[in-house]
Antibody
């Protein structure tokens, strides 16, 4: 059974960097048939794709966040990470990591999500 | 690509047939997925490639469309179906985009 689990601080101060890690179990993050995504959802609002990464390290970013976002992957430990710099209150959201399946072009497994609040 | 869902909110009763529309600002071929999200939970994929039902998803859910207009239909709405539904496009040249969501309420 594939499982993804987000981890990281629940509270980040304005102007600081948000850092989250997603640990994958039940699948190899080196799979050639999957990409690995970060998606966020502000309270009471819709979903926003942030970035994805392939096991090779190839990545793609949402242009609206690209200047502040770094996604990375660590194949030996089977996890991938997100860093979002210079955060403000508008970055307060539930952050999800998810697996994107090449054959279906959809996110087929998701983590439970972690709420990150930006506040002093 | 912008993805616009309609309606934003839909009031329906158990047993109703429900249709949600997703329009893309540029053609996205058939590369569209539909997700269901319940409060406090992660989204769950229902339909991929516009019309393929994900294994384990009830057959009352169906998807159709291509190019710029897509629909999700729920025949005979069940109590478990009251949730928010999102479409998401895939295009290798543009970032993945979600629609703004459609809340199906009683």
């Amino acid at each position: 059974q594939v499982q993804l689990q987000e981890a990281g601080p629940g509270l980040v101060k304005p102007s600081e960097t948000l850092s989250l890690t997603c640990t994958v179990s039940g699948d190899s993050i080196s799979s050639t048939t999957h990409y690995w995504s970060w998606i966020r959802q502000p309270p009471g609002k819709g979903l926003e794709w942030i970035a994805y990464i392939y096991y090779t390290g190839d990545a793609n970013y949402n242009p609206s966040l690209k200047s502040r976002v770094t996604i990375s992957i660590d194949t030996p430990t089977n996890h991938f990470s997100l860093r979002l710099s210079s955060v403000t209150a508008v970055d307060t959201a539930v952050y999800y990591c998810a697996r994107w399946e090449v054959s279906s072009l959809s996110h087929d497994y998701w983590g439970q999500g972690t709420l990150v609040t930006v506040s002093s | 690509i912008q993805m616009t869902q309609s309606p934003s909110t839909l009031s329906a009763s158990v047993g109703d047939r429900v249709t949600i529309t997703c329009r893309a600002s540029q053609t996205t071929s058939s590369w569209l997925a539909w997700y269901q999200q319940k409060p406090g939970k992660a989204p769950k994929v229902l339909i991929y490639m516009a019309s393929t039902l994900k294994s384990g998803v009830p057959s009352r859910f169906s998807g159709s469309g291509s190019g710029t207009e897509f629909t999700l239909t729920i025949t005979s709405l069940q109590p478990d179906d009251f949730a928010t539904y999102y479409c998401q496009n895939y295009n290798s040249y543009f970032p993945w985009t979600f629609g703004q969501g459609t809340k199906v309420e009683i």
